[in-house]
């Protein structure tokens, strides 16, 4: 089977605060490290059960989050940008969805470094009249080509937003949010023997996990930091509609618009 692996790196074991997240900060390398190797533990427990696996690796986190030397072979990786343009338009046939290292959608209480897209730009999303962050937004997205999340890694906050949209996913909390920047972690080693155990069993009762999908029409709702203004903003089968200066809603039926207007 084909196999995605989205990592991100606020999620990882260890990682509660930004300085940790930043390029150009001494902290980062050991997070990525860390994440690295829950990434690597997840393709160990995806080829425990599909020995025969095609697996894709996509760095999300901006910077990169994945050390490129330290990466298992067995599997492909690019950038969050390529994939973007390459793998997600159509998804070329993938079977299932799998992330590590994620974090929760922003606005969650205690939940370590949530956010989504960008703290410094983005309030929140709600599609469909659903809080969404960016796990759900990609979920509905490779719902609606087939595609099964079936695992997921990240604190327990997030944990709790993924299986509230995506019944009997499996997860695996690596640490406990105490706040915005605090937590309490599994061990770098405990978390990627529970990741590796866990990416096992999701993809040998794949099966169990339905494609995340809502049925049309859709509309996808954004809140600002900062006013911005989409009065002049044309897109071909959406409709668009400013709510106030800080919040713009998009009105479509098919849920491919959503990579369009997703900003």
Not at 16 to 33: G, V
Not at 117 to 144: M, P, T, W
Not at 182 to 188: K, M, N, Y
Not at 207 to 232: D, K, N, S
């Amino acid at each position: 089977m084909k196999h995605i692996i989205m990592a991100d790196l606020e999620g990882a074991a260890g990682v509660d605060r930004f300085s940790q997240t930043y390029a150009d900060e001494p902290f980062k390398r050991a997070a990525m490290l860390q994440l690295t190797r829950e990434v690597n533990a997840c393709i160990d427990g995806v080829h425990a059960a599909d020995p025969q696996a095609d697996i894709y690796v996509i760095d999300r986190h901006g910077g990169g989050g994945i050390i490129a030397e330290e990466r298992d072979p067995r599997a492909y990786y690019a950038p969050w940008g390529v994939a973007r343009r390459e793998i997600f338009p159509d998804y070329r046939g993938f079977n299932t969805y799998l992330y590590v290292g994620q974090h929760a959608m922003a606005g969650l209480v205690n939940a370590p470094l949530c956010h989504t897209d960008s703290s410094k730009q983005v309030v929140y999303k709600r599609f469909n009249g659903v809080f969404v962050g960016e796990f759900g937004i990609e979920a509905l997205r490779a719902g609606n080509h087939g595609v099964r999340v079936i695992f997921f890694a990240g604190d327990d906050k997030a944990v709790a937003e993924a299986r509230a949209l995506v019944p009997n996913i499996v997860t695996v909390a690596t640490k406990r949010g105490t706040g915005w920047q605090r937590g309490r972690h599994l061990s770098d080693e405990e978390a990627c023997r529970a990741i590796r155990a866990g990416a096992a069993e999701a993809v040998r009762q794949y099966r169990r996990v339905a494609p995340l999908r809502m049925e049309p029409p859709y509309t996808h709702e954004i809140r600002f930091v900062y006013p911005r203004q989409f009065g002049h903003m044309k897109v071909e089968g959406v409709r668009v509609t400013q709510l106030d200066p800080y919040t713009v809603l998009f009105r479509f039926d098919d849920l491919d618009r959503l990579q369009v207007v997703d900003l």
